[in-house]
């Protein structure tokens, strides 16, 4: 997006002293910027005119210019102006100020400026593991005893087989929390453990270098890919070893209370097998079969492997579709659409193997890729077949690939250069503030990185940059969606550990699930339109809960930028 603005040198500013708007009314990202990136705020209603970016150090301008014309948003029901000092590039910290609307948070201009958080995204699943204590060392103030140990699990009757009747004890232990639950899910496990295995695969140098303070930390694997290996080692374990099949959740029969992990103790079911969970499997260890070679050739055997039993299985049980029993109240993850989970597993399996069968068992001819979520995976076999374009077989349509991912990315793009945020989520109006509306912008920008990569084209790396600000103070709420960042972060997060452990700081790192008008939990909400529908309250599970495949996109968008905007 381009703006362009007329710059006015004023040298007697001062700011109103009847200014009508708060502290925080300017919205911006409330960590900073990138030098050489674009930088702009949002005025409210009515601000218009000059603005101007002080230096906190000296408490005098640095930087003065007029807003641009205001414009409606419809799902905000904001008339906004855009303040844009892009080309300024001083480091240092710095406020907007504004004659009416007062002026902003404090932030910075800096390089790295998202390696904080780029970090703490990461560590909050290792602040999400089961089956391990946390310890200071690691988790500072959040440390906390072990929670469900999963060393008996038992088999409900949804799922009981001659080999594994009902009541059937296994162990199943590790894995991550889902989100603010304690329950532990194949189906939302599939795109939050891909989407973390494909930030390394995209950007191994980055992550080989970070160190996240975790258990592991110092072995000679990668910090990212131990806080995986705690996953998939739960996951393997959710495979039936004498069928293929997949349980789509070990779990308790309702929701714990709010109490911390190791004070819920109910036991633990693995419900029924499904193929939706059974796909989401295969393609996750197909994935993980490719990046885990080069650290642990017996651990990618395994994976490959347990991918193919799965696959078998789908195949051959194409429709076992989750039916929630009756005396399970927990997580659902049902999904009666399973063309794009076949699609992804394929395209996984496809692409770790080489073997052509895997292609042409689907019929990759589409057109709209769309943007992903747990219950449509279609999208990430896209994104891993265009990264992994050049080594390829002849089976594959290369410009096919090329062209779902570029035209997904300029539809992202146009949204955002109409956009008066200048974001991309109204493209497809209220549908995309759904519940987790800010994991639909994660992911929007996952699509941008992927556009960006594949042209070099400078406005898909912009626009995925802003979505970064939207999640970090940009956005109608005013907001920094990230627990611990920002100068207005969630408190009140919808997370057991958080809300249970005495301490007023919520684990850091998580972000919210975000803005969306369908207020399922009956809070008293202070707005209700799609982008303000937001509660800072444990009430709000709606809005406010945290979950696995929210702060995944959030990973792979801060690493991304990281890489990008430092080189």
Partial sequence: MKIRITIFLITNFLISTTSIYAQGDIKLNQIGFYPDAPKIAILPDGATGIFRVVDISTDEPAYEAETNEPKFWDLSGETVSIADFSDFTTPGRYRIEHESAGHSFDFAIRDEILI??????IKAFYFNRASTELIEEHAGRWARPMGHPDEVVYIHESAATEERPEGYEFSSPKGWYDAGDYNKYAVNS?????????????FPEYYRNLDLNIPESGDKVPDLLDEIRWNLDWLITTQDPHDGGVYHKITTKDFAGMVMPHEATADRFAVMKSTGGT???????ATAARVYNEYDPGFAGEALE?????WTWAVQNPEVYYEQPSDIQTGAYGNRKLEDEFDWAAAELYITTRIDDYWNARDFDQINVGIPSWSY???????????????????????????IIMGQGNELLEEYDRSPYAITMGRYGRSDFVWGSNGVIGNHSLMLILAYRLSGVKDYLDAALANMDYLL??????????????SKPPKGIHHRQSAADGIE?????????????????GCEYPADLPATTFLDDWCSYSTNEVTINWNAPLVYLTGALEVFKNQ
């Fill in 116 to 121: 904080d958080l780029s970090k703490a995204s």
């Fill in 190 to 202: 599939g795109i939050s453990t891909y989407t973390l295995l494909a930030a390394f695969e995209h």
């Fill in 279 to 285: 796909l989401n499997f295969a393609a996750v260890m």
């Fill in 306 to 310: 347990a991918a193919e039993f799965a």
């Fill in 377 to 403: 995976v279609r999208p990430l076999a896209w994104v891993s077949l265009a990264h992994h374009r050049n080594n390829l077989t002849d089976a594959a349509d290369l410009n096919l690939i090329e062209e």
């Fill in 473 to 486: 103070g940009r956005n109608a709420t005013g907001y920094s969606f990230v627990t611990g960042f920002g």
């Fill in 505 to 521: 700081d919520p684990v850091p790192g998580f972000v919210a699930g975000g803005p969306q008008a369908g207020q399922q939990d």
